[in-house]
């Protein structure tokens, strides 16, 4: 009944995998202020973290987005058509030239690929050396723990065995938990299987303005100015983010295929 009542109207009853619903997320994301301000956080933060030198950034998953404000020479891509992309693609299937290109982007799209180690091995050839990967990705942590399970609509599953998952669609389909299994839980099998990547950062945070935000299904439940205070609670409370995040930024950087694993940073 709760989750009814603050149900936005734009997306009620919307189907997750159909195109017109990231278009209507668009408009979701326009109109309201403290989730937008989220949005620009993230992408100023992704831009910083980009290479310079040669090759294009691929952003994964561009759908309701707008990274192309920060990040101009993107290529904007999804997994269906969608108004305004550069290219439909699979991300287990990438059309570039090896060595092409000195990023890839993804804002909560990687927990959405069922078959990563697929994605990674594509990466691997596409991305030049010294390039990175940059993502903003749902986090394990205790209260994430509690809000994923019992308030988000897909799967956040911790335990899964598995890295790869069997998938109902592009959007429905998802284990939330999966960035974390990956790259925290289960890193020393990824640093194993790729070593062409280093992980060179992962910073646990916000554990509130999210989920106050209302996200792109759900009524805001704070004006847009309030969105400063908010971020102001959440980083004095960044010593305990381990126990309170609810995404984190990762970044990795290629390099050369023949080094090996770097020991943890």
Request: hydrophobic share 45%; proline share 10%; charged share 20%.
């Amino acid at each position: 009944m709760i989750k009814r009542l603050l149900e936005n109207p734009l997306t009620r009853g919307l189907p997750l995998d159909s195109p017109a619903t990231t278009h209507v997320r668009r408009q979701v994301i326009a109109t309201k202020p403290f989730l937008r301000r989220i949005y620009e956080e993230w992408y100023s933060d992704v831009a910083r973290h980009l290479p310079p030198g040669p090759g294009r950034v691929l952003e994964l998953g561009s759908g309701a987005g707008f990274l192309h404000e920060h990040v101009p020479d993107v290529i904007r891509s999804e997994i269906f058509h969608c108004p305004d992309m550069s290219v439909v693609l699979d991300g287990c299937h990438l059309p570039f030239a090896p060595r092409s290109l000195r990023a890839i982007v993804m804002t909560d799209v990687l927990h959405h690929v069922p078959d990563v180690r697929r994605f990674f091995a594509e990466a691997t050839e596409a991305v030049r050396e010294d390039g990175a990967m940059v993502l903003v990705e749902p986090w394990v942590t205790p209260w994430s723990r509690f809000v994923y399970g019992s308030f988000h609509h897909e799967p956040f599953l911790p335990e899964a065995p598995r890295w790869e998952f069997a998938t109902t669609g592009p959007l429905s389909g998802a284990n939330g938990a999966l960035p974390w299994i990956v790259f925290e839980r289960d890193r020393a099998t990824f640093e194993r299987e790729f070593p062409a990547w280093r992980i060179e950062v992962i910073r646990p945070g916000m554990p509130f303005c999210y989920l106050v935000s209302g996200g792109v299904s759900l009524r805001s439940l704070m004006p847009g100015w309030s969105y400063g205070a908010w971020r102001g609670l959440e980083r004095a409370l960044q010593p305990l983010m381990g126990q309170l995040a609810m995404f984190a930024t990762i970044v990795l950087r290629r390099v050369p295929t023949a080094a090996t694993a770097s020991p943890r940073g």
